[in-house]
């Protein structure tokens, strides 16, 4: 199947009119010794092949049945009406909104998109998406390095270990140095990064601490304490949080967050094996002349209307090439706009209700478990919407379960091998009694 | 003025304002024939207790055995919910499809734009990336779940490599830059590998190059040098070798280049970046060109990255998401960013053979690599193994074209963009008047001199005609530059609209320069004030005052 429209009539038209005798002759600037040899691509397949060839490849992946599997990214309800809005042509097929006077209906949801982003963060500034939020947090560390002009950074092992993964590529070719903060993952201790612990860390050549709330174990991390300790330091604090848990947690422009950087993919994106997602990033209005990524400002028209423009462009690859704030082009603007629809589909009320959600299931199976002598915390102290829970032979009854189309959560032995035997649990409104009970009923039939 | 000046007109429904953005619909232009869309601000729309999706509350059961756990500090808590818009859904609906108004799209008509191969997007591939078994496939899903996304990535990268005679290839990368990063970071890591690290400083970059070349060097920490273009527009190859030298890492080329022109001394230029033991990084934003014709890996670069959204045809959507994913040289794989997918049991000759007939190998087995299974790799570049989705969409659409059909894809979007070039020569000057690949290059030059007619006013013209301008004032080496990439998906009357509506703009030029430079004047706003924009950054929506949130609400645990 090929979708030019052309015949060989037209062609032919075409080539006459360019004066060659055919089409070959518009390649003789490829070298002879250069040229293609091979091109041993399958055959062309019809739209009715096409679906059969894409179906049978969908249908080998099993979704679970039952998942309490998160770590960083979470299934919620899509809305229906999320689906519709990015579906629609007009947003999906149009390129980066360059041209304004045709671009308006993309730049006033970025502004939206800006504006919902503040409003939740408690930032001054949100940028108009990243690729996701491992990037966006490795972003938003070297844009701390530029700020305060050090090159030294730490980071809390409370921090997702993808994120951390792709901090240390990106922090390597600048020659960044990253020196970790542990979280405490001593038996009986609370899995957070201690404040004292980080302030050791820290010094005057370091440029931020990143630290994620609800950590990575899902325990809540003292962010003040340790704005506070960065700051003492004349470091920043870069946070790194999930975006539905702001309906109830404190934002991080009120606990002193310098940087603010997130996954969006909870807000109305589908899980899709990891991709598209999108990166937030919110920072200080008096740091945003070093801010990677596009901005979107509202401004006046000839005819005094108001209108939006892609704004700042002078920290942007394509104005100030090398000496650009970043290298970034492309983003993620149509997963911004799934965000976008999705906090306005839901409201302040819904995204409460989802955070409740959450919070309450992820409860219910930790105190499930429990009361059936199954398993205990890892950790003490508050958790949000996901718990570490300790379970004797954890591994092979996750595998068993498996079986049973149930996936029991994220094995944490995979990174930390003090966590040997602990599952991470996540929960969602998605979460029902009847999986809780499930859960239980599947373990203990696992001993 | 701020946004909020125009509030207490907005909050009117259906009356109308000075800034005209205050109600629905508003009569075209100024001379009032037509009738526009103009759209308030969601956050003006918002009426308190407003809804529109509810979520179940937890049961007494599921809240009663979580009020034995620990609740949530009060400490940590929110103070005030967040002033979230209040709206029904059918206020939503109207909101984004009036704002979808506003907005030029390919969809909606035809997309000159240079260098970004604003091609047809397939129907299928839509509904292909929407299918249950992907859209709900968790990234960290044991890998016997995630057969389908593990097969197809594969896949995907057996056809990336065959279309670009490269070793290997990673998907990791999110976009264009994106993978440029990994080149340049797989640079780095194959010079220190070899203990010339600290040796090689320097990248070199063609002065037709896209920002982001530079860009990306300066993000690895390396200084980038500029290699001026000859008289041709091709690289000044006397130039490159005096540039280069043991202190180079890479030079990142563009090929065919920004100028639309395939480097015709292509082989002598690698040759040359080897000789002096750099790397050869090819750009391929500009790969729709030359499918069939050159691969790189074949020529001899090192490395090259993809632009699923360019020459793949996955959905731009407004600025993304698209796809980088990099191919790499026998001697560069090493490097590539972890993990790869693998075939972990089954003949690779078979698993593609049974593929490309729509069949599943029987005992095939597909896996990621391990975190540390590859101690030469620089790492994830992404969290995850990219942006999944755009490879489905790249996937059913290499496999709906095939060898036959992504060839003529080549042939005939440089039969297009040469089309134009004879065509447009005589009413706009050709800095280089020669073959060129997917795209030509204009200037406005003449009209400037002669008329005082900008490239911006005939960009701006053009939008009054329904048709997206090219990509101008790029490259940077052309005076007034007009970029035109018609791509091989427009048919010849849509060319020959373009040809007509070009001609009419350069008669207008020397008839009435004056109209063209009031354009444009059909469309839902006219020129804004960008400088005014960046002068005083308005970036976010300003809340009225009083209007603070409410109490955030119980919240439980």
């Known amino acids: ?221 003292p962010m003040s304490e340790l704005a506070e300790a960065a700051h003492g330091a004349g470091a920043q604090l870069v946070a790194v949080v999930e975006p539905v848990s702001l309906a109830l947690l404190e934002p991080p422009g009120s606990y002193g967050a310098d940087i603010v950087t997130a996954e969006g993919q909870p807000l109305g994106i589908p899980a899709s094996f990891g991709g598209p997602y999108v990166g937030l990033m919110a920072a200080r209005m008096d740091s945003v002349r070093q801010m990677p990524g596009r901005l979107v400002g509202a401004t006046r028209d000839v005819r005094n209307q108001r209108g939006y423009v892609l704004t700042l462009q002078a920290r942007e690859q394509h104005i100030r090439r090398e000496k650009a704030a970043s290298n970034i082009c492309t983003n993620q603007a149509l997963c911004a706009l799934a965000a976008t629809a999705y906090l306005i589909a839901v409201g302040p009320e819904g995204l409460r209700e989802v955070a409740v959600a959450g919070t309450t299931q992820v409860r219910h199976i930790a105190a499930a478990l429990e009361a059936a002598g199954l398993a205990e915390r890892r950790f003490t102290g508050p958790y949000f919407a996901e718990v570490a829970l300790r379970m004797p032979r954890a591994t092979a009854r996750r595998e068993a379960l498996l079986a049973r189309g149930m996936v029991a959560g994220y094995p944490l032995e995979r990174d930390e091998a003090a966590l040997a035997d602990t599952l991470l649990l996540a929960a969602t409104e998605l979460t029902t009694d009847d999986q809780v009970e499930r859960l239980v009923d599947a373990l203990q039939a696992t001993p | 003025m701020s946004v909020a000046d125009t509030r207490p007109a907005a909050a009117a429904p259906g009356g109308s304002d000075t800034s005209g953005r205050g109600s629905a619909f508003r009569s075209g232009t100024p001379e009032g024939d037509g009738v526009t869309v103009v759209e308030p601000l969601i956050f003006e729309h918002s009426r308190p207790g407003r809804r529109a999706v509810r979520f179940p509350s937890p049961s007494a059961a599921a809240r009663q055995a979580a009020a034995s756990q620990p609740r949530v500090p009060d400490p940590l808590r929110r103070r005030a919910a967040p002033r979230l818009p209040e709206v029904s859904e059918l206020d939503l609906v109207r909101h984004f499809n009036r704002l979808s108004h506003l907005n030029f799209a390919i969809d909606l008509g035809f997309y000159p734009l240079g260098s970004c191969t604003m091609k047809y997007n397939p129907k299928v591939n839509e509904w292909a990336a929407h299918l249950p078994g992907f859209a709900d496939s968790h990234p960290l899903d044991p890998a016997p779940l995630s057969q389908g996304s593990l097969e197809l990535q594969w896949l995907l990268a057996e056809l990336l490599k065959e279309v670009s005679g490269f070793a290997a290839v990673s998907l990791q990368p999110a976009a264009g830059a994106h993978g440029e990063l990994t080149g340049m970071l797989m640079a780095r890591a194959y010079h220190a590998s070899r203990g010339e690290g600290e040796q090689r400083t320097t990248v070199l970059v063609p002065d037709s190059a896209h920002g982001t070349n530079p860009a990306t060097a300066s993000m690895v920490g390396y200084a980038t040098v500029t290699i001026r273009s000859n008289e041709r527009g091709g690289i000044d190859l006397q130039a490159l070798r005096e540039a280069l030298g043991p202190e180079t890492a890479a030079l990142m080329i563009t090929n065919p280049s920004t100028l639309g022109i395939f480097e015709d001394q292509i082989d002598q230029v690698i040759a040359a970046v080897h000789e002096a033991g750099a790397l050869a990084y090819m750009d391929g934003a500009n790969l729709n060109a030359i499918l069939g014709r050159f691969r790189a890996g074949e020529a001899g670069f090192d490395l090259m990255h993809f632009n699923l959204h360019k020459t793949f045809s996955t959905p731009h959507g407004g600025g993304g998401p698209g796809a980088g994913p990099v191919g790499a040289s026998d001697r560069m794989a090493p490097f ?217 609400g119980p919240t439980e645990p």
Request: with cysteine; charged share 25%.
């Open chain 1, 1 to 221: 199947m090929t979708y030019s429209p052309h015949t060989d009539a037209e062609r032919a038209r075409m080539l006459e009119a360019i004066g060659v005798g055919s089409v070959d002759d518009l390649f003789d600037d490829v070298p002879p010794a250069v040229r293609a040899t091979g091109f041993g691509l399958p055959p062309p397949l019809t739209e009715q092949e096409v679906r059969a060839e894409l179906g049978r490849l969908a249908g080998r992946n099993r979704v679970p049945e039952i998942s309490f599997l998160g770590a960083g990214v979470y299934r919620h309800l899509v809305p229906a009406v999320v689906g519709e809005v990015i579906g629609r042509s007009e947003f999906a097929t149009a390129y980066t909104p360059y041209q304004p006077e045709v671009s308006q209906g993309t730049l006033q949801s970025i502004y939206e998109f800006q504006s919902l982003i503040c409003e939740l963060t408690g930032m001054e500034v949100a940028s108009a998406s990243h690729y996701d939020g491992a990037t966006a947090t490795a972003e938003a560390a070297l844009m701390a390095c530029r700020l305060t002009r050090r090159h030294r950074i730490v980071v809390s092992t409370g921090l997702n270990p993808e994120y951390r993964r792709v901090l240390r590529t990106y922090c390597s070719g600048p020659g960044v140095e990253i020196v970790e903060v542990p979280a405490d993952l001593a038996e009986g201790g609370s899995g957070t990064t201690h404040a004292d612990a980080a302030r050791q860390a820290l010094g005057d050549s370091i440029a931020c601490l990143v630290a994620q709330q609800p950590n990575f174990y899902g325990q809540l991390e």
């Open chain 2, 336 to 552: 590539l960013p972890t993990p790869l997918p693998l075939l972990e049991a089954g003949d690779p000759e078979e698993v593609r053979r049974n593929a490309w007939r729509g069949r599943s190998t029987p005992g095939g087995r597909f896996a990621l690599e391990q975190p540390d299974a590859r101690p030469t790799s620089i790492g994830k570049v992404r969290a995850f193994t990219g942006n999944f989705g755009t490879h489905v969409r790249a996937y059913a659409y290499i496999r709906s074209n095939g060898a036959d059909g992504l060839r003529s894809v080549s042939n005939d979007a440089v039969l297009a963009a040469n089309y134009l070039r004879v065509r447009l020569s005589d009413a706009y000057e050709l800095p280089y008047d020669r073959i060129c690949k997917h795209e030509v290059i204009f200037s406005g030059r003449r009209q400037k001199r002669a008329n005082g007619v900008t490239t911006l006013d005939i960009a701006k013209a053009l939008l009054d005609e329904g048709i997206h301008p090219p990509t101008i004032y790029f490259p940077l080496i052309v005076d007034e530059a007009l970029m035109i990439e018609p791509t091989e998906t427009e048919s010849l009357e849509t060319l020959e609209r373009f040809v007509e509506v070009m001609h009419d703009i350069a008669r207008r030029a020397s008839q009435d320069p004056a109209a063209l430079r009031a354009s444009p004047r059909h469309t839902p706003v006219g020129r804004l004030d960008e400088a005014g924009a960046a002068r005083r950054p308005d970036l976010r929506y300003r809340f009225p005052d009083g209007a603070d949130s409410a109490p955030a």
